[in-house]
């Protein structure tokens, strides 16, 4: 079945250092969602991407689709205390016999104070 | 507020028992969804519905059943087949209409089965 792989799977950093979390699919996909699990919770919805190389912000974090659409990138810029978490990328190949998205491995993010 | 409910929180099973995790949500959405999420894993999809009286299988159903008899709700009973049900099972939802996978997907808390 089609996998979504994503690296790394931990991460410890500084507060105030960056952060980047990988998300590759062998095959290309229609769209890619990213989720956020803070310890104990429940994956909340961050961001969709669907166009080939777009960009898109939201305050510290960047989020990348990239050109073929076989992956995308998280990066978290000068990390706080409550970017602690887990995040998922989740995406669908557009004419598989899957319907529904599949959800990466996740990147555990520890940010030490 | 509108929401998921999902309950019990922590549900504990005994060998060769059938449970049943309960799912309810009050967004008016179609789509519903149940997860497993093993420790170190990303969520793997047991089954779906996208309307009323309709479900299909996700990649783990084996060992799994659920209903759609109202829109609001969407239980998962776990049953005896299912042999390593010790798990974190979230339930979530989506407006429905369209294509699903466009669609960002809205959860509850969780409930996390053990094995006594």
């Known amino acids: 079945g089609q996998q979504v792989m994503q690296i790394p799977q931990y991460q410890h950093v500084q507060e105030g250092e960056d952060f980047t979390t990988y998300c590759n699919s062998s095959?290309?996909?229609?769209?890619i969602q990213w989720y956020k699990q803070r310890p104990g919770g429940h994956p909340v919805f961050l961001i969709q991407?669907?166009?080939?190389?777009e960009v898109k912000k939201q305050k510290r974090l960047t989020f990348q689709f990239g050109e073929a659409k076989k992956n995308s990138s998280l990066h978290i810029t000068a990390t706080q205390t409550t970017d602690v978490g887990t995040y998922f990328c989740a995406g669908r190949v557009p004419s598989g016999s899957a319907r529904q998205l599949t959800f990466g491995s996740g990147t555990q993010l520890t940010v030490l104070p | 507020d509108g929401g998921i409910t999902q309950s019990p929180k922590y549900l504990f099973r005994k060998e060769g028992q059938n449970v049943t995790l309960s799912c309810e949500q009050n967004l008016n959405h179609d789509a519903m969804y149940w997860y497993r999420q093993d420790p170190g894993q990303g969520l793997r999809l047991i089954y779906y519905?996208?309307?009323?009286?309709?479900?299909q299988k996700g990649d783990i159903a084996e060992g799994y059943s659920v209903s759609r008899e109202k829109k609001e709700s969407f239980p998962l009973t776990v049953t005896s087949a299912q042999k390593n049900p010790t798990a974190f099972y979230l339930c979530?939802?989506?407006?429905?209409?369209?294509?699903?996978?466009?669609?960002?997907?809205?959860f509850g808390d969780g409930t996390r089965l053990s094995i006594l």
């Open positions: 979530a939802s989506s407006i429905g209409s369209g294509t699903l996978s466009n669609q960002p997907q809205h």
């Open positions: 095959t290309t996909l229609s769209n």
């Open positions: 519905s996208q309307i009323v009286n309709d479900f």
């Open positions: 991407l669907v166009k080939s190389g």
